[in-house]
């Protein structure tokens, strides 16, 4: 049973960073794009940032400049650097990632992220 848990949420004043982390448990082989979502409240979940199993990122708008996400292959485990906190970036953050091998999607339950203005 693979499971995904997600951590480093809370609750954090305007300008401030977090850092998120998401530790994988069980077998999961061939994961090629491991990736942030998020989800506020009365909206769709939305792609915050991806990275390949190459290192090719890529990121929402709205996080261009602030955010970074990072992998280490070696432990399954996708990480997102927030910096320059926002009170909009309030949401419940989930990580993912993509098997080739099952050709699945796994995600965490999330971790909540509040920005106070």
């Known amino acids: 049973q693979v499971q995904l848990v997600e951590s480093g949420g809370g609750l954090v004043q305007a300008g401030g960073s977090l850092r998120l982390s998401c530790a994988a448990s069980?077998?999961?082989?061939?994961?090629?794009?491991m990736g942030w979502h998020r989800q506020a409240p009365g909206k769709q979940r939305e792609l915050v940032a991806a990275?390949?199993?190459?290192?090719?990122?890529n990121y929402a708008d709205s996080v261009k400049g602030r955010f970074t996400i990072s992998r280490d292959n070696a432990k399954n485990t996708p990480y997102l650097q927030m910096n320059s906190l926002k009170p909009e970036d309030t949401a419940v953050y989930y990580c993912n990632v993509h098997s080739t091998f099952t050709n699945r999607d796994y995600w965490g339950q999330g971790t909540q992220v509040t920005v106070s203005s």
């Open positions: 990275i390949t199993s190459g290192g090719s990122t």
């Open positions: 069980g077998s999961i082989f061939s994961i090629d794009i």
